[in-house]
């Protein structure tokens, strides 16, 4: 009996070690696997940002918007009506009142436009700067937010037709008094040139000497990831501020054969561009972070995906008004009181969004013997 217990307990024992045997090696083997991947099991956990603006709609083609006044859902548009009688429609004012429809020709611009949400910031530190400068400007805005702001269905908000079953016409029952200098639009991703069309017919009916400038946008956030990337690089933001300077190229060439030199580029993806550089270098001062609902920084290039994040509405005002009155926001005396922008990011602004405006040949304004005034001005 001793014998035969003795002989158990040693099988047991065996059986026992093997085990404990098979789950070192498979634990062991599983630890492999896992230090050979490490990165493969990152990369599948990490999920790269998306671009979430600036997707547009489709739009049939023909778009009757322009062209087509005889079609059914075209009739009754603002821009058939009288210059009385569009000045006499009903405005949705909103929460600001819009003021005067026409001003005395002053020491500044009278200015039009329409615009989204990427053009906002500068609609709003565009008359500090002029101010500023000693101007006197009137600027006239109606936006809405995306696709809605752009050129294509403002026209279509304005004249009540297609897209908007109720005309609101802000600009258009103000153009009719030929008492504007320029007009300002937002582009937007897939713009055709016809989408201005009907802008720039209306507006020279009534001022032939008006002049129009379009702004080019910016790189998003998710611009700066390429395949494989886990953060964002400067080449990337390169690659997609030269494919939009490539896509507004062809957009303003197509402009110019029914009106050539009329229409101007505010070169925004440029000055952005430039400040990402910057970024990058660890040279724009007092900037955080790239985007504020990422890393939680502020100040920062972006506030989200693509809206401007703290203080970079200084920078797009310096590029609107660069382009506007052909001077280098770099001549302006004084200092702005701006959150997020001290004195030294101030006039990095400055300068970048001249040399943004005078090196692209879209927004018509040079810059030779460098004195930071427009040739064509001086």
Known sequence: MGS????????MKKVLTLLLLVTLVGDAKLQSQDAAQPAAARQQRFKQPQPKHRKSRPVPTPWLGHGHDDHPQIRGATHLKTAEQIRSMPLKKGKNTLGALSFPKGTGLRIVATGHSWMRPGFGTLPRIA?????????RVN????????????????????????????CM???????????????????????????????????????????NGWPQYADGFGEGDKEPRIENYRARAARTNKSVTKQIAGIDKRFPNKV???????????ALELYFQGKLSGVKGLNKKVDGKSPS?????????????????????????????????????????DEQLDA??????WQAVVNNPLSDVTDKNANGIGDQIE
Not at 144 to 170: C, D, K, Y
Not at 264 to 274: F, G
Not at 303 to 329: C, I, R, W
């Open 301 to 341: 290039i972006w506030s989200d995906g693509g809206h401007l994040g703290e203080g970079m509405n200084l920078l797009e005002g310096y590029v609107f008004y660069a382009t506007l009155y052909q001077k280098s926001p770099e001549l302006i005396k004084g200092k702005f009181t701006q959150k997020g922008v």
């Open 4 to 11: 035969t217990k003795s002989g158990s307990t040693c099988r």
């Open 131 to 139: 101010q500023a400068a000693g101007l006197e400007q009137h600027l």
């Open 264 to 274: 101007h580029v505010l070169p925004t993806n440029e000055a952005m561009l430039a």
């Open 348 to 353: 990095t602004f400055r300068r970048i969004a």
């Open 173 to 215: 029952a103000a153009i009719t008094t030929g008492q504007w200098d320029v007009m300002m639009w937002g582009s937007y991703t897939n713009d055709r040139p016809e989408y201005y069309f009907g802008w720039l017919d209306f507006c020279l009916k009534f001022n032939p000497q008006m002049e129009f400038y379009v702004f």
């Open 143 to 170: 936006s809405r937010g995306g696709e809605q702001g752009a050129a294509r269905m403002m026209w279509e908000f304005e004249n009540g037709i297609l897209s908007s079953r109720q005309a609101n016409p802000v």
